[in-house]
């Protein structure tokens, strides 16, 4: 018997010296074999995985050793047989590059099929585990090189024994956990204990979870990069470009800093400068380059689609649409080339794009469209209404992580239009015109909608939503022509409005009748000063009455004009009170008022920045004029605790951190410099004399509580804008303090002017002049309310009424209006008191 096993032994060791031998004497063609996989692998990872792990090498022979005993009884000829005597790995980010790197593979390699897996293919639902792709790979004859690939294949891999390879296809998580899995458990030389491996699992589970994670937020970073422009003000978006452009000038190759380049220059509507930078790499294989340069060139000449640079425009969309993944963007775009030319080749690469992809926004708005306009009726809306709201929920994710921006607000507007719901459709168009970068997005929206005129009775609001663009296009990006375009829908017989405007918009419900009605003196005391037009809603009903009441006590210094539609409900009664009333089409109040005056407004030649909106309180109407306003560049004061829209707007994260979106406390003197800034009565070097003596006096007086360093405490000529504006501010605002209590200023000349002493009760009320001055000057460059003052973060906790202000702050505004008549008159001027009638 010993005999017997020690002849087997002996045997067994002969038989694996002859196969090592073997192996050893094919040795080095599997050193060839794992460069040139190597080498191809890493060409392919370079434009498919950027930053993936390639690793190959031959195995080694005492791990050919080791296996062929492990493996003894499955294998006669092992030398043969084994199909990883060459191995490589593919460690990407994504499971997505594992898709693309695989499909290559596949795509170009002989696969021998019955020896290759997809580990994650094999798991049943409830189990985790190693996921990587395994392919069994030979070369293919003919295939290398290629344009992806500039290989040279040996001709001897094509010839040799047992051409195989064991190529991996993994995750760095997947990486990392096989890695592990494999030195310890599959080497062990035992069997792992059962808890052990429950544990193993429930690490690939958790790793599983990140991966896709992983994914999801590649994704969305990636789309987020398309956008980030929209989130630049133009001088953030120039200096980038100037940084890119420096960079470029340096690395004249680099792919990725012209498609960002590109990019910014086709936000701000650059086309000719997105066709110069995209065009130096229009060989490359980056597809979203050369989509956005086929979409420039068949921007520009979009005039003469028969011409060779539309036809460029369109190959070039053609050849970014071979992916591993169907680019939806790419077929839709090629599909926006053909309308117009062949709008059944249009329609149908709209419908692949939406088959690809059915709740893609962009995919379904067009394919939608299409089949609107070919079946001339809107019967396809309620097919396709369960995935309308698939495709609107996804933009809304979109809008909450930032990415598809402004086109996801733009799709949801249109989306909203078709389900029925008119008036939140337009709060939707309002955003989407607001982060608008260039006029053609705006314009984009605006023809699209128009290509459904046939069918507009049929969709409610449908007049509105073109006019809002048209108000959009002519407030962001104004030109003559936009302009005559809004006049022909400006109020008729009507005189154009001109001078300051002030739109005051809020509660008209007779459910608030009173709550508005505690807001009364707070108006008559902000309009004091003012002079110009204000704008509301024509009735005597909630904040349209309390207009109605400055029309009629400032009916000298105010142009109070109403916006009401022909027919208005039963319970609303018209304000005679206004100078003019002002009629829209239709019956009962809804978005036309708003969106008459803001036609007008524009329709004048009044730049939307120079409008102030004051808010209180408000219904659904309301809601839309905040929105309206904000989206077109004005500036929006909204009253602090006067409930309802008013109040939700800070919770809405889609409008809340808007520019031009101020808070205002219930202070009188706060709102009456918010709606009564005019220019500055002062020369030029009178007025910055000024200001320098109200800042060298502001550090004497804070030289114990406030640290020397603070940006605002340094001297003038290091002194940040926002402080040197305060300053300046403060003296355009001595005459309109003066003039509250009695005085006046005029010129002194040979003498010295003389120093007059405010009493106690003139030094409170200027003081509480001041401080609202300083508070609305504050809210509108950006400083919020907080716990501490923080100069640089833009925060103070005494952004609040007189009243609710500590005395020693108070105490600050005392002192500065104290030294108003030596401010006045070291600029040779005495303050006199104004006579009494």
């Known amino acids: 018997m010993a005999k017997a096993t020690s002849d087997s032994a002996n045997s067994d060791r002969d038989w694996a010296r002859r196969q090592i031998a073997k192996y050893r004497s094919r040795a080095a063609n599997y050193e060839i074999f794992a460069r040139t996989l190597r080498d191809v692998l890493e060409q392919v990872s370079g434009k498919l995985a950027p930053l993936a792990?390639?690793?190959?090498?031959p195995k080694a022979l005492s791990s050919f050793a080791d296996k062929i005993f492990r493996k003894r009884a499955g294998h006669k000829n092992p030398v043969d047989e084994f199909t990883d005597l060459c191995g490589g790995r593919v460690i990407v980010h994504t499971p997505e590059e594992v898709k693309a790197v695989s499909k290559f593979i596949e795509d170009h390699f002989l696969i021998d099929w019955e020896n290759s897996v997809d580990v994650s293919q094999r798991h049943r639902p409830a189990e985790f585990g190693y996921r990587s792709v395994h392919y069994i790979v030979s070369f293919r004859e003919g295939t290398f090189p290629n344009p992806i690939v500039s290989t040279?294949?040996?001709?001897?891999?094509?010839r040799m024994e047992n051409p195989r390879a064991e190529v991996q296809v993994r995750t760095l998580l997947e990486h990392a956990w096989a890695d592990i899995s494999h030195d310890f458990v599959y080497k062990a030389g035992f069997k792992v204990p059962e808890a052990l491996e429950r544990e193993l699992a429930a690490v690939a589970a958790l790793l599983e979870n990140a991966d896709n994670s992983f994914s999801r937020v590649v994704d969305a970073l990636r789309a987020y990069s398309s956008s980030?422009?929209?989130?630049?003000t133009p001088e953030r978006m120039q200096r980038e470009i100037e940084v890119l452009d420096f960079v470029r000038t340096l690395d004249r190759g680099n792919v990725q800093v012209a498609a960002k380049l590109g990019k910014l220059a086709i936000s701000l509507g650059d086309w000719d400068r997105a066709i110069e930078v995209l065009g130096e790499h229009a060989g490359s294989d980056c597809n979203p380059l050369l989509r956005d340069l086929g979409v420039a060139l068949c921007k520009v000449h979009q005039k003469d689609p028969k011409s060779r640079h539309y036809r460029r425009g369109q190959s070039l969309l053609e050849k970014s649409m071979s992916t591993t993944k169907p680019d939806i963007d790419s077929i839709a775009s090629l599909a926006g080339t053909w309308k117009g030319v062949n709008d059944e080749k249009s329609r149908q690469l709209y419908r692949l794009a939406f088959e690809a992809d059915p709740t893609d926004p962009y995919a379904l708005g067009n394919y939608l469209d299409a089949e609107i306009i070919l079946r001339r009726d809107l019967s396809v809306v309620p097919m396709l209404r369960p995935t309308i709201i698939a495709s609107l929920d996804r933009c809304r994710q979109q809008a909450r992580v930032g990415v598809n921006l402004p086109w996801a607000f733009f799709s949801m507007g249109k989306f909203i239009l078709h389900l029925g719901r008119p008036s939140e459709s337009l709060i939707s168009f309002a955003k989407a015109i607001q982060l608008s970068t260039a006029a053609f997005m705006i314009e984009s929206s605006m023809r699209s909608i128009e290509r459904l005129e046939a069918t507009r009775d049929g969709i409610a609001g449908f007049g509105w939503a073109l006019r809002l663009e048209e108000i959009g296009l002519a407030a962001k990006f104004p030109t003559e022509s936009r302009r005559n375009t809004l006049l022909k829908h400006s109020s008729e017989g009507c005189k154009p409005i001109s001078g300051r405007v002030v739109i005051v918009a809020g509660g008209c419900d007779r459910s608030v009748q009173e709550q508005m009605d505690e807001y009364r003196n707070l108006m008559t005391?902000?309009?004091?000063?003012?002079?110009?037009?204000?704008?509301?809603?024509?009735?005597?009903?909630?904040i349209s009455g309390l207009a109605g009441d400055l029309a009629e006590k400032y009916r000298a210094s105010i142009r109070g004009i109403g916006y009401l539609p022909k027919l208005i409900p039963a319970e609303?009664?018209?304000?005679?009170?206004?100078?003019?009333?002002?009629?829209?089409?239709?019956?009962?109040?809804?978005?036309?008022?708003?969106?008459?005056?803001?036609?007008?407004?524009?329709?004048?030649g009044i730049d939307p920045a120079s409008v102030r909106l004051l808010g209180i309180n408000g219904g659904p109407i309301a809601a839309f004029e905040y929105r309206l306003a904000l989206a077109l560049g004005a500036t929006v004061g909204i009253i602090e605790n006067s409930g309802r829209e008013a109040a939700k707007l800070w919770f809405d994260e889609d409008w809340s951190n808007s520019p031009g979106l101020v808070s205002l406390p219930n202070d009188p003197m706060t709102v009456r410099a918010f709606v009564g800034p005019g220019e500055s009565p002062w020369r030029a070097e009178e007025r910055e004399r000024m200001a320098r003596s109200i800042h060298e006096r502001y550090r004497e007086a804070h030289t114990e509580s406030v640290i020397r360093t603070e940006p605002a405490m340094v001297d003038w000529d290091r002194l940040d804008k926002v402080f040197k504006d305060s300053n300046l501010d403060q003296a355009d605002h001595i005459l309109q303090k003066l003039h509250e209590v009695g005085y006046?200023?005029?010129?002194?000349?040979g003498r010295k002017p003389k120093l007059v002493r405010f009493s106690k009760a003139e030094i409170e009320r200027l003081a509480q002049m001041e401080h609202g001055r300083w508070n609305a000057e504050r809210l509108l460059s950006g400083f919020k309310r907080g716990e501490k003052r923080d100069p640089v973060k833009k925060t103070s906790p005494y952004l609040v009424s007189w009243s609710e202000l500590p005395d020693e702050?108070?105490?600050?505004?005392?002192?500065?209006?104290?030294?108003?008549?030596?401010?006045?008159?070291?600029?040779g001027y005495q303050i006199r008191r104004l006579r009494r009638r």
Do not use: C
């Not at 792990?53 to 090498?57: G, N, P, S």
């Not at 980030?228 to 630049?232: A, D, I, L, S």
């Not at 009333?581 to 005056?597: C, M, V, W, Y």
């Open 53 to 57: 792990i390639v690793q190959t090498r």
């Open 152 to 158: 040279h294949v040996p001709k001897v891999l094509y």
């Open 228 to 232: 980030f422009g929209v989130y630049m």
């Open 525 to 542: 005391a902000a309009f004091k000063d003012y002079q110009g037009v204000v704008i509301s809603g024509g009735t005597t009903q909630g």
């Open 572 to 604: 609303a009664t018209v304000d005679k009170r206004y100078r003019e009333i002002r009629r829209t089409d239709g019956s009962g109040f809804g978005p036309a008022e708003p969106l008459q005056n803001w036609t007008d407004i524009l329709s004048a």
């Open 744 to 749: 006046d200023v005029s010129t002194v000349v």
């Open 809 to 827: 702050v108070k105490e600050w505004d005392r002192a500065a209006v104290r030294a108003i008549p030596e401010l006045l008159a070291s600029a």
